[in-house]
């Protein structure tokens, strides 16, 4: 782990929920330039939790001209901002200055029980049908507390305001810059559009990803062209084998044309948009 020359991070897309492992962006990229990467991708994810994982994890897997590329996928910004009351760090607004939260211990102990294998929850793995009369039948149980929980009040006063996703992104990104720049790291980040914006809503958080990252003077790009609907899952919108390939792809003829890499074995099927 020591080695690897790029530490890729984002969630469960980057990560090759519903693909084999050697089929992932992370595989396909090393095979494809034969640099060493490793997948730091991790299910559920926002910018907040990637870099406090690069933060944790560095001091064991640093080594020089090492390069962080950040996967931002479209909920991101959402991820790092809610839920108030949640089992995860969030951002906040306390007095004009931003703050990461500390994780509630009894939203962990929640989140962690909902994981429980059970015998209805392997029967609604079986089909979707199967899934919806299982959660119709048993008492939701949830990970976070609702706005309308008189403890939100306590919260709001003792941790501060809710960020915008603007105000919680632009924080996150700037705490990438400064710390891969203190540790002589490059960064670079990636727009991952979701599914949704191939089947007429184009509604997306790309105007917010080029802003923030325009003007913190990160290097960014966009993936969304490279992409159509037959690359996504339709039911749960991850990354088909295929969209792995396009994404990793992109990612290469980028950082060719940055003059950052020269790969090992000629792209396949370039992806030129």
């Known amino acids: 782990l020591d080695s690897s020359e790029y530490l890729f991070l984002g969630d469960s897309c980057l990560f090759g929920w ?10 396909r990229f090393e095979k494809k330039t ?37 996967i931002v996928y479209d909920n991101d910004p959402a991820d790092n901002c ?5 089992a995860f760090p969030t951002i906040r607004n306390v007095s004009e200055d931003f703050v990461f939260t500390t994780p509630v211990e009894e939203m962990f102990r929640a989140s962690q029980k909902a994981q429980e294998p059970s015998f209805l929850k392997s029967i609604s793995r079986l089909s979707l049908i199967a899934d919806f009369l299982v959660n119709r039948l048993v008492p939701f149980e949830p990970h976070f507390i ?18 915008t996703e603007e105000e919680g992104f632009r924080y996150c990104m700037e705490r990438f810059k400064e710390f891969t720049e203190s ?23 790309l105007p917010l990803f080029d802003k923030v ?21 339709p039911i749960d919108g991850h990354w088909k084998p295929g969209g792995h390939r396009k994404v990793t792809n992109a990612i290469v003829d980028f950082l060719l044309r940055a003059g950052e890499i020269e790969p090992a074995t000629e792209l396949e099927n370039s992806n030129s948009p």
Request: charged residues 20%.
């Open 146 to 163: 609702i706005d309308s929980d008189p403890r939100v009040a306590d919260l709001v006063s003792e941790n501060g305001m809710v960020a």
């Open 183 to 205: 540790e002589g790291m490059d960064l670079h980040a990636f727009f991952a559009p979701p599914i949704h914006l191939y089947q007429g809503d184009k509604g997306s958080r």
């Open 82 to 86: 809610q839920p108030l009351y949640s």
């Open 34 to 70: 034969g640099a060493t990467a490793l997948n730091m991708g991790q299910s559920g994810y926002g910018s907040l939790q990637q870099f406090l994982l690069l933060k944790r994890s560095l001091p064991t897997i640093h080594r020089e001209n090492q390069k962080v590329m950040v």
């Open 213 to 233: 990252l325009a003007e913190l003077e990160i290097s960014h790009f966009d993936l969304t062209p490279f992409l159509n609907e037959e690359d996504f899952y």
């Open 18 to 27: 519903g693909v084999e492992e050697e089929e992932s962006l992370v595989a």
